[in-house]
């Protein structure tokens, strides 16, 4: 007896409803190493309009492995060559699952509430507590063009503590 299949992976991509300036990619089921080429052939499709915003919904993925990550990290980087902005919403367990915390917060995922978007705060390793602990924005390094290259992230524990995100 074969073993159930996973759901086989899709990528659709749509207007994003009231935003005409952004676009979406509804992601669902394996995001993996077979998936990747398709997922990054989405967002090369939502980027030919060159919207503003891509948003990645991945409420609807039932597993990703590290080619999957690498995968939406290289996503990242086409939007940001073309200044667009990639947004993960919805990132299911599966998806959060895997996501180291300094991936999460590039990607825009708070990977311990599985949340994404305008979420005011990370939990993330602070150096001085010991502790994972929750960090609200802080400070900004920005280049010379205005695009940051650093986003600094503060502890709100204790007082000594920054984070790299």
């Given at each position: 007896?074969?073993?159930?299949?996973?759901?086989?992976?899709?990528?659709?991509?749509?207007?994003?409803?009231?935003?005409?300036?952004?676009?979406?990619?509804?992601?669902?089921?394996?995001?993996?190493?077979?998936?990747?080429g398709?997922?990054?052939?989405?967002?090369?499709?939502?980027?030919?309009?060159?919207?503003?915003?891509?948003?990645?919904?991945?409420?609807?993925?039932?597993?990703?492995?590290?080619?999957?990550?690498?995968?939406?990290?290289a996503?990242?980087?086409?939007?940001?060559?073309?200044?667009?902005?990639?947004?993960?919403?919805?990132?299911?367990?599966?998806?959060?699952?895997?996501?180291?915390?300094?991936?999460?917060?590039?990607?825009?995922?708070?990977?311990?509430?599985?949340?994404?978007?305008?979420?005011?705060?990370?939990?993330?390793?602070?150096?001085?507590?010991?502790?994972?602990?929750?960090?609200?924005?802080?400070?900004?390094?920005?280049?010379?063009?205005?695009?940051v290259?650093?986003?600094?992230?503060?502890?709100?524990?204790?007082?000594?503590?920054?984070a790299?995100?």
């Amino acid at each position: 007896m074969r073993p159930p299949r996973s759901p086989a992976f899709s990528a659709s991509v749509r207007a994003r409803g009231a935003d005409p300036n952004g676009a979406c990619v509804d992601v669902a089921g394996d995001l993996d190493l077979e998936a990747r080429g398709l997922l990054e052939a989405a967002v090369i499709t939502c980027l030919h309009a060159r919207p503003p915003r891509v948003l990645l919904d991945l409420h609807r993925v039932t597993f990703m492995d590290c080619a999957g990550t690498k995968g939406l990290l290289a996503c990242r980087v086409r939007a940001a060559a073309q200044d667009a902005r990639l947004v993960v919403v919805e990132p299911s367990i599966a998806v959060t699952r895997v996501l180291t915390p300094e991936v999460a917060v590039v990607l825009g995922v708070d990977a311990a509430s599985g949340t994404s978007g305008s979420v005011p705060s990370r939990r993330l390793e602070c150096v001085p507590c010991g502790r994972r602990t929750p960090h609200v924005v802080g400070e900004q390094t920005v280049g010379t063009d205005g695009r940051v290259l650093v986003q600094w992230w503060r502890c709100t524990e204790c007082e000594e503590g920054n984070a790299i995100g």
